[in-house]
């Protein structure tokens, strides 16, 4: 409930030290020893009642007092309207950031949605070339290999230009690494 430190020497620990120096901790929700005194109790009333600012937690004088100070001036409508300008602007600034959230969430959900399309048509547009450079079946094994190199050659070329077109951030030397392994 009630708390009280000081100043101590570590060095010499016997020695009395006083800087003057008081910290007092309050805390609302601890009990009073049994031997409590006035001023312990006249403390744990008002924590209390600073906890709760209810008319039923103003039991002895001064909360009392504080309660008839409080509700006088809960009941001025200046003070009121100031609060509640207070609160409202709060409340505005809460839902003006949630606002903001909602609409970065919504730019990176249509970015995300954009990537993945794009990843859909390039692999799509991949499955094609690379049905294109399937070898039919009824040329002879002579022609295929005397063709490969040109074909390759020329097939790496448009991939690695579709894949530039797909992915402006790529290096040419990446897109055409990867077009040769897609290729190979």
């Not at 008319?55 to 309207?81: C, F, H, P, Y």
Request: glycine letters at 4%; a negative charge.
């Amino acid at each position: 409930m009630y708390y009280e430190a000081g100043t101590t020497l570590k060095t010499h620990p016997h020695l009395q030290y006083n800087d003057g120096i008081r910290r007092i901790f309050l805390y609302v929700g601890g009990d009073l020893p049994k031997d409590a005194g006035e001023d312990e109790k006249k403390i744990q009333n008002l924590l209390r009642y600073i906890s709760e600012s209810k008319e039923e937690n103003a039991t002895d004088e001064s909360t009392q007092r504080l309660d008839g100070i409080v509700r006088s001036t809960k009941a001025k409508k200046d003070v009121n309207k100031r609060y509640m300008k207070s609160w409202e602007r709060e409340r505005e600034l809460i839902e003006e950031g949630r606002d903001k959230e909602r609409a970065n969430t919504e730019r990176e959900k249509r970015r995300a949605d954009e990537a993945t399309r794009r990843a859909d048509e390039a692999e799509k547009r991949i499955a094609e070339l690379e049905a294109q450079l399937a070898v039919p079946l009824n040329e002879s094994p002579e022609k295929n290999t005397t063709d490969a190199g040109r074909r390759t050659t020329e097939e790496t070329a448009k991939l690695t230009k579709y894949l530039m077109e797909q992915n402006s951030s790529m290096s040419k030397e990446d897109a055409e690494a990867l077009a040769r392994n897609i290729l190979e």
